[in-house]
């Protein structure tokens, strides 16, 4: 079955560390994947798409075939982080995204 | 353009009673997504229409709910005959194609009591 696993409910760290945002897919072939972010009373919006291989906000996510992981990453946290983050895979030959649990992020000052 | 518009914002309704949500996706997108949320959980896929065509719907999608895209523009959603695990924020989100992201509403938030 296709499944995808964000095993942390909640980061918390201190403004200044990294931050590491596990996602874990298990998907045949190669999945496109996606992250999602959701900011305290706002709408879920993209954050970045693999097949872009962007940085946005300072956010990069690799893929990691071998290990089936798409792990979202920042090396230096800012409070405006704060958010829900969301992993989202698509099958490579489907239609539509699954939204993995999400992670609450809490940058702390 | 405003980006993807949801009708109505809230919804409380009672149990038994029928529901629609409305949908109004970017205007160049073809592709529009129907899906649930309740807290703590991740968005939940619901039905999925390319143009007016609705190509998938979840397996989870009980007969009470349907879904309809005429014209291949806005789409509505309703629920009939609702119950108390049916509250839940309903999303819709857009896509221009299968390798872009969706953009997503704001969403409709029903209280079934």
């Known amino acids: 079955a296709q499944r995808v696993t964000q095993p942390e409910k909640l980061l918390s760290v201190f403004k200044g560390a990294p931050v590491e945002l596990k996602c874990n897919y298990s998907?045949?072939?190669?999945?496109?994947l996606f992250w999602y972010v959701q900011y305290s009373r706002q709408r879920l919006q993209l954050l970045l798409r693999?097949?872009s291989r962007e940085s946005i906000k300072g956010f990069t996510a690799d893929l990691n075939k071998g290990e089936t992981s798409f792990h979202l990453k920042k090396p230096f946290a800012q409070e405006e982080d704060s958010a829900m983050y969301y992993c989202?895979?698509?099958?490579?030959?489907?239609?539509?995204?699954?939204f993995g649990g999400g992670t609450r992020v809490l940058v702390k000052p | 353009d405003t980006g993807v518009s949801q009708n109505p914002r809230h919804k409380i309704t009672k149990r038994g009673q029928n529901v629609t949500f409305r949908c109004d996706p970017i205007?160049?997108?073809?592709?529009l997504y129907w899906y649930r949320q309740t807290l703590g959980q991740g968005p939940e896929f619901l039905t999925y229409?390319?143009?007016?065509?609705?190509?998938?719907k979840s397996r989870l999608l009980s007969d009470r709910f349907s879904a309809e895209r005429p014209k291949g523009s806005f789409s509505t959603l309703e629920i009939q005959r609702t119950e108390q695990g049916d509250s839940a924020m309903y999303l819709c989100?857009?896509?221009?194609?299968?390798?872009?992201?969706?953009?997503f509403g704001s969403g409709t938030r029903l209280t079934v009591v």
């Open positions: 989100a857009s896509s221009p194609g299968a390798d872009y992201g969706y953009t």
């Open positions: 998907y045949s072939g190669s999945p496109e």
């Open positions: 693999h097949i």
């Open positions: 989202a895979p698509r099958p490579a030959a489907g239609n539509k995204l699954t």
């Open positions: 205007s160049e997108h073809n592709r």
């Open positions: 229409f390319q143009n007016e065509a609705q190509l998938e």
